[in-house]
């Protein structure tokens, strides 16, 4: 959704609440990040875990889900130590926004600092504590239904495979993930423990992403798209024992128009482009520079 005015103002909170300015933290380093989640009339519909860099005059909320959201302060006289009330200039690819040298005011509400726009999309940023995940040696399959279901084993489910061909989203990309195929409701764990980064709560593109630790020190990323009703959000740490989310019910799975009720589940050793394999894969060049075959990682 393209903002088409050329000003977004905020209202500043009535509440007397104070809000401190939003600190410095390293990308990769434990201690404060920050939530950042947007939402369309008061309903989230997604969000991510950042950390805030200052880079030559530009505050960074850098994301290893999404690209960066950057801000500028419209007077800049003093030194840039953090986010705080006032006007920024916003420099934003993401949907539902895509701001470009958009004057933004950025107020507080609570212990939020929020943007709002005429069209109704929000976007809080919100401080939160962000804990390192213990080192997974051991995966497991996102279900834990195996013996109660129909599916008896993991490749029982498989419906559609890794690096088939796609004719959805761009015609003749590689599938970067796995579909498993489950039960009405049914509920997905993750394959290991690690931090979710990434939130999403679009109708059949309902998505979690999860970043956990290997014990090299080195991360590796797992996907799960369409989801309902996610239960974590951005920044909690999970155990295998959490529910992330659950499958289409069977009202909701014929408004999806899919031939399956299923996850799509994708395991990543990189992320860094936020996500654009998954629909851009060409060859099995893009799919090795990013994506690990499911299936194969979960039998190790």
Same mark, same amino acid.
């Given at each position: 959704?393209?903002?088409? /005015? ?12 104070? #809000? ?15 939530? =950042?989640? @947007? ?26 889900? $999404?690209?960066?959201?950057?801000? @500028? ?18 420099? @934003? ?14 107020? /507080? ?7 709002? &726009?005429?069209?109704?999309?929000? @976007? ?24 109660? *279901? ?45 931090? #979710?980064?990434?939130? &999403? ?6 998505? +979690? ?5 290997? /014990? &090299? ?5 797992? $996907? ?7 239960? #974590?959000? /951005?920044?909690? #740490? ?15 799975? $014929?408004?999806? $128009? ?8 994708? +395991? ?12 851009? *894969? ?9 994506? =690990? ?8």
């Amino acid at each position: 959704m393209i903002i088409r /005015a050329a000003f977004i103002w905020l209202f500043l909170c009535t509440t007397s609440t104070e #809000v401190l300015a939003i600190e410095l933290a390293s990308p990769d380093a434990t201690g404060t990040f920050y939530r =950042i989640t @947007i939402k369309d009339r008061g309903k989230i519909i997604k969000e991510h875990v950042s950390s805030l860099q200052v880079n030559g005059g530009e505050l960074i909320f850098r994301s290893n889900a $999404k690209p960066d959201y950057r801000f @500028i302060p419209a007077q800049n006289s003093t030194p840039i130590t953090g986010l705080g009330i006032g006007a920024y200039r916003a420099f @934003i690819s993401d949907r539902p926004f895509f701001y470009s040298n958009t004057l933004v005011q950025v107020s /507080a509400d609570g212990e939020h600092f929020v943007i709002e &726009s005429p069209n109704s999309i929000s @976007i809080e940023i919100t401080k939160i504590r962000a804990l390192e995940p213990p080192v997974v040696t051991t995966w497991q399959p996102p279900f834990h239904s195996e013996l109660q *279901s129909k599916y008896r084993t993991l490749a029982s489910r498989v419906v559609s495979h890794f690096g088939a061909g796609r004719t959805s989203f761009r015609v003749r990309h590689l599938h970067t993930g796995t579909d498993l195929a489950g039960a009405p409701s049914e509920p997905v764990y993750p394959i290991g423990a690690g931090i #979710v980064e990434f939130v &999403s709560y679009w109708d059949f593109e309902g998505t +979690v992403l999860v970043r956990h630790r290997l /014990a &090299s020190g080195e991360s590796i990323m797992s $996907k799960y798209i369409h989801v309902r009703e996610p239960k #974590v959000r /951005a920044g909690e #740490v999970v155990t295998q024992d959490t529910v992330l989310a659950r499958l289409f019910t069977n009202a909701e799975f $014929k408004q999806s $128009k899919f031939k399956q009720n299923h996850l799509h589940l994708e +395991v990543r050793k990189d992320y860094s482009d936020h996500g654009h394999a998954s629909t851009h *894969s060409q060859n099995t060049n893009d799919l090795s520079k990013c994506c =690990i075959n499911p299936l194969t990682f979960l039998s190790r």
